[in-house]
Each structure stands twice: as C-alpha cells, then as structure tokens.
C-alpha cells in the first residue's frame, strides 16, 4: 500500500501545475451559483481529459456534473467539488481550491486503479451552489448520489487543520403581514397597522429565546414596510433564520415562529402570510473517516487538531452526510491564526502559496484514504455502522 501511495504522491506532484492552472483560472473568473459555466466547463474537461466517463447537466442543473472510472466491483466513493463564488467578493472562501483538490485527489486515484489490483468506482460530482441554493440537497433529492459508500470534500480553513465535526443547522422563514393603508393624521382610525404586526412579532420572538435551548439562534430583520412617516403602514416584511447545533430542533422552533406570526395577526387585526425557505441540515461527523484522513495529514507533515471539532457554520455537505458516510477535510491557508472566511483576505489566501500548499496536501491526504477504502472495505462498513448510529441517537433526542 505504501507504494501505491507513493504514486499517488508522484502523481500529484507531476500533474500540479496543471491543476494550480486550473485552481488560478477558477479564482480570476469567479461566478456565483447557479451560474458557474466556466468553472464546471474546465473542470469537467480536464476530467474528460484525464479518461473519465464524463455527464454534464446532471439532476437538471447546467453547471452540476459527473465523472467516473470504474473498475471491478469494488466501493464507490466520491469527492465533491464546489466551485460557485461570493458576489461582490469572488472567490473568498477558496472554492477554487475545493474544486481543484477534488479533481487531483480522484485523477491520482484513477491512475493507481489502472496500475494495481485495487477495484473500485472513483467519482467526481461537480456541486453548484454552495454558497447560495444548495446545489447537492438538489442533488441528493433527485438520486445522483444514490448508491455511493462515502464521500470526501475539502474546504480552505485558517488556524491548524482538522476534519469538521458538528456544525450548524439552519433554515429561514419570510413573513408578510398585510393591513390596510390611511391617513396617518386625518383618519388613523381606518388603518390596520402591519408595522405594529411586525413590531409585535420581533418582541415576542425575543421574548420567546428565553424559553429556547442555549443552543438555538433566532435571528430577526425588519426587511421592507412603508417608508411615508404620513401612512399607516399596509405592508410589513421580515426575515428570520433559525440555527442550531441540533437539527431536530430545526421543527419545534420552526413551530414557534409560526405560532408568533399567527397571533401577533390577530393582535394587530392584519393578515399574514410566511414560507418557509429550507436551509443546510448540519454535519453528521464520521470518526471512521476522520481518523483514516486525520492520520494521512499528518504522514504528510502537516499538523492536526484532535478529534473533530465542531464549528457554528453550515453547508450543503450537512445534508449528504446524514445519507452517505462523509469526510470534511479542513485544510489551513493561515495555520498561525483563525480569520474570517468571505473576506478580502481569505480571498487572497486562495490564489496565494499558502493556496498552493492546500491544494497539493489535501488532494494527496483524501487519495490515500480512498486507497485505504478500497484495500480495506471494512472501514466503510464501520462507517455506515457509525452513521446509523448516530441516526438513531439523533431521533431519541428531545
């Protein structure tokens, strides 16, 4: 196996201009979801190139793609690939580097394949619309994913690296009250008030954390009402998001912020109406996964938090992992301290040689573990065990 892995580092190491090619390419014309057409053209044409079976246009999404090398009947496993971009920022959370890991990790892969006894499905999925839609819930909804062992996916962090434990769950809610409009000063009396609807609504969401669990966040915005101080106001927006570490508390809260909408209409006499607008269900960790990659980080010399800790962010990977056993490399751009993501800085942290050097680890990291997988399939049995495990402890949580 340490030969092989030696390939792999080779590999990698003879193909990384071309890939920092493509990771710079990617960074200097950035797109944001749903729109990311040069991104998902380069990076599926350099799979093409590199002898995968290559789908583009995948799960009714033009910028979301497949590629795959087959051989034998060995596991399928897959490394995810995001490569939308934040407007006004550009490529300010390394997407770049995510996109261009995934394709180094599986084209590696690919070539030891070819050149050993190991069989196995080595699989690239091009995800759009992390930032902003939800590329892979789109994905997973419609069955592209169906079938596989395990995922990787890395993202570009700051402080040490670590595989991502924990992190958020969130969703969002828009709520429309709707009154009836007067003369503020003349005929008062014939208005109905949304702005107070709206009013009522934000005090009593505040009223209503101290009842909450220490772990949940409600947040709150007047988005739009009447501008004319002259008005009784007829329309009222706001906008709300729930987190929490704890996903099955996404419901019961989601429940309370109905019930506030409801009763501070009928407070106020206005009508209203809310929808709900999904968000990114949180990491479900895999310590099977995490150590196997932990372990190849650091034979690699780059040094790793214990464990895996949890973060209060979120992403559509959250989702995958409650389905498919998932492995969430955190690779460091600043390993000296922890800065913001979606940042001038960070932004230039991924096209840096600090980018370099994450893209180069991270690619070799997740292709040994791969290599791992397939010489030793019981460790995905282990983590389909550590994923059912943690379902069901999950649904006993109250």
Not at 173 to 184: D, L, P, Q, R, V
């Amino acid at each position: 196996m340490e030969i092989l892995k030696k390939k792999v580092n080779l590999f990698i190491d003879e193909h990384f201009d071309h890939l920092w090619k493509l990771a710079s390419y990617i960074h200097a014309n950035p797109e944001i979801a749903f729109e990311e057409k040069k991104a998902a053209h380069a990076l599926s044409s350099y799979l093409q190139e590199q002898g995968f079976a290559v789908k583009t246009g995948i799960a009714g999404l033009d910028t979301a793609f497949q590629a795959v090398f087959k051989k034998g009947s060995g596991p399928r496993i897959a490394v995810f690939a995001e490569y939308d971009a934040l407007k006004g920022l550009g490529h300010a959370c390394g997407h770049n580097l995510i996109a261009t890991s995934a394709l180094g990790c599986a084209a590696a892969v690919k070539q030891v394949l070819e050149s050993s006894e190991l069989e196995g499905s080595i699989e690239v999925y091009g995800t759009p619309a992390e930032e902003d839609g939800g590329g892979k819930i789109i994905m997973l909804t419609q069955g592209v994913f169906d079938g596989l062992d395990a995922v990787f996916l890395m993202h570009p962090t700051s402080a040490m690296a670590r595989i991502g434990g924990e992190c958020a769950s969130f969703t969002d809610f828009e709520i429309e009250y709707f009154g009836k409009s007067a003369h503020a000063e003349s005929h008062p009396e014939n208005g109905i008030n949304a702005l107070d609807a709206a009013n009522l609504f934000y005090q009593a969401v505040g009223l209503a954390r101290q009842q909450l669990r220490d772990s949940i966040h409600i947040c709150c915005i007047l988005a739009e009402s009447e501008r004319d101080i002259g008005r009784i106001p007829d329309y009222a927006r706001l906008e709300v998001e729930i987190s929490t570490m704890r996903a099955k508390d996404i419901e019961t809260t989601k429940q309370k912020i109905i019930d506030i909408a409801e009763g501070m209409a009928l407070a106020s006499g206005c009508r209203v109406s809310y929808k709900e607008i999904p968000g990114y269900y949180g990491r479900m960790p895999n310590a099977v996964l995490a150590e196997l990659c932990r372990q190849e980080m650091l034979v690699l010399g780059e040094p790793m938090m214990e464990g895996m800790p949890s973060d209060a962010g979120g992403e559509d990977l959250g989702n995958v992992s409650r389905v498919i056993p998932a492995c969430n490399l955190y690779m460091t751009l600043l390993p000296e301290k922890k800065i913001s993501g979606h940042t001038d800085q960070f932004r230039e942290l991924a096209i840096s040689d600090a980018g370099k050097h994450c893209l180069d680890i991270s690619s070799k990291a997740m292709a040994n573990s791969i290599l791992t997988l397939y010489q030793n399939p019981k460790l995905l049995k282990q983590a389909k065990e550590e994923l059912k495990r943690r379902q069901e402890e999950e649904a006993r949580y109250e």
